[in-house]
């Protein structure tokens, strides 16, 4: 096929925001609010003119995001008489900020039930990546396509919307890499949680988020400039932790650990939390 009459084929699947939220409403998706508007504004554009999707990976891509919203954790609405909504549940107690995955998921199921894990489909303890994702912030897109105009978008923005998902969905325990590069929002909205950082050396960090993005993004791209995503990787990660070290002061209580603290000797770093986290020591294991 001609290349133009392909793109021409790959434009007919269209990436619009507008659609898209009109695709969830009519899946039954409650929209009062829509603090994300932008966010999924401008990962459309990005999906559109930078991402190279094919004409599978464009209609793909539509799904995925209307079912962001259709699953979304809702907004709390005023009652019938008129009177405020109730509150949300809470902000978390515990906040793990690391880019290791490995480390998060091993302090995660060491933690067992405590403090209220969050849990994927299946059951296994999971961190935040989806919630961030369902009000279109945070990295999810960034691991799965090239986005750079929604990169630098995210980039510059403060979302506070997407921690209000977090506390809308009543785990005590917050986990993420999106919580290391906003840890001065991690303070501010959640001043008495108690965050353990995992120090983990950046470039083993860079390879494992390149190669995982790039196993991705050849699913949805036909045409993928790998280089490109190692720069973007290597940026991103050194981004985050040149942002937590600025604010990491800012945090009243922060424990600092190591990778090897948080996958060899976990049960030393759980008793430590256990010491620190009021009351994680109540909780069933």
Known sequence: MHPRLRRLGE?????????????????????????????????????????????????????????LLVHAPTPARPTTTGAAAPPSPGAPSLVIASFDDAAVQSVLAALGDRLGVRRDPAGAPCDDRLVFASQFAGFEFERTWHVPRYSEWYDACRPTWAFDAVERSGHQVAAGAEYLEHLDLVHERWPNAVVVMVRTPQEPIVERAARAAIEQ???????????????????RVERAHERADATASTVAAVIECTAPDATERTAALIDQLIATVPGLDAQPS
């Open 217 to 235: 993004r050849r699913v949805h791209t036909p045409d993928l400039d790998e280089a490109k995503v190692w720069r973007y990787w290597r940026w």
């Open 11 to 67: 434009r007919a699947i269209p990436l619009d925001d507008h659609e898209i939220v009109t695709r969830a409403i009519q899946r039954g998706a409650l929209i009062d609010d829509t603090p994300w508007a932008e966010g999924l504004h401008e990962l459309c554009r990005s999906l559109d003119l930078d991402a190279q999707l094919d004409v599978r990976a464009r209609r793909h891509a539509r799904t995925f995001l209307t079912e």
